[in-house]
């Protein structure tokens, strides 16, 4: 008997010179060629960008806090991340509206477009909706004849309370009490009682000495609500002589707070 013939134990490792020539055929497609390159670079920035537009204008907004009408909540120099789906984003144009998760309730503070300016963003919280009766006395918020507790308030001039022409707006919505028919002289801390018309609201700012709010300018329309804040994403100290103050005065601290 002839001896058994043992196959090499590497006989599936060979490779022959027609495998090996369509093997560098493959890689020799393979190299870099320029418009390929930049199509795929271009594709990718075009989606990116469709993607960024879609989350700015649908679901959230970067949001800078320019003053202290806020202070004890939010600071100068916070960036806040709102939420543009909870109230209902606006289309572009259009300026409709896409389905609110909820509607904006009292005590929620809420970035809104400046009556006055629409170009303009304004961060507030909202005291008033549509058809209550909102009064101040000495500082403190009346609500439907019931004072509201606002722990959230700071008040840093007490002792003053100016008044002015820019108070006078609330003539046309004001309760004709037996007080008020005497002669209405409104000011920042004593006014009202007013009712808040349908389809507005009313504003305050919780820096209640320091605060450009509905008490000066009138209500807000709902339409120029754009979203809630949900969170400081980033901040600093911008109020300092110490050079590059976005980079060596952040406030960590700060991070991540949640906005009540």
Same mark, same amino acid.
């Given at each position: 008997m002839s001896a058994p013939v043992h196959e090499p134990e590497n006989r +599936?490792? *060979?490779i022959s010179a027609e495998q090996r020539a369509h093997a560098l055929d493959r890689l020799n497609a393979r /190299? %870099?060629?320029p418009l390929t390159f930049l199509w795929e670079w271009t594709r990718s920035m075009v989606f990116a960008l469709i993607m960024f537009f879609f989350l700015h204008v649908f679901v959230m907004e970067a949001f800078k806090i320019p003053s202290g009408s806020m202070e004890g909540t939010l600071r100068v120099g916070d %960036?806040?991340?709102v939420n543009k789906v909870v109230y209902g984003a606006e289309l572009p144009v259009t300026h409709k509206r896409l389905p609110a998760v909820r509607a904006p309730q009292r005590g929620d503070v809420i970035v809104f477009k400046y009556p006055p300016d629409p170009s303009k963003n304004y961060v507030k919280r909202l005291v008033g909706m549509p058809g209550d009766?909102?009064?101040m006395r000495n500082g403190t918020l009346i609500r439907n004849n019931v004072r509201v507790e606002e722990r959230y308030v700071r008040h840093i001039e007490p002792e003053a309370d100016p008044s002015g022409e820019e108070f006078r707006w609330q003539n046309d919505y004001l309760v004709k009490t037996a007080e008020a028919s005497? +002669? *209405? /002289?409104?000011? /920042?801390d004593n006014w009202g009682p007013i009712v808040v018309p349908s389809r507005h609201y009313f504003t305050l700012g919780d820096n209640r000495d320091n605060s450009s709010d509905s008490r000066y300018w009138g209500f807000?329309?709902?339409s120029l609500v754009r979203g809630k804040p949900l969170f400081v994403y980033y901040s600093y100290d911008p109020d300092t002589t110490t050079r590059l103050p976005w980079l060596t005065r952040v406030r960590w +601290?700060?991070?991540g707070e949640r906005i009540h």
């Open positions: +599936g490792l *060979y /190299r %870099f060629r %960036f806040l991340l009766t909102l009064a005497i +002669g *209405y /002289r409104p000011s /920042r807000v329309p709902d +601290g700060r991070l």
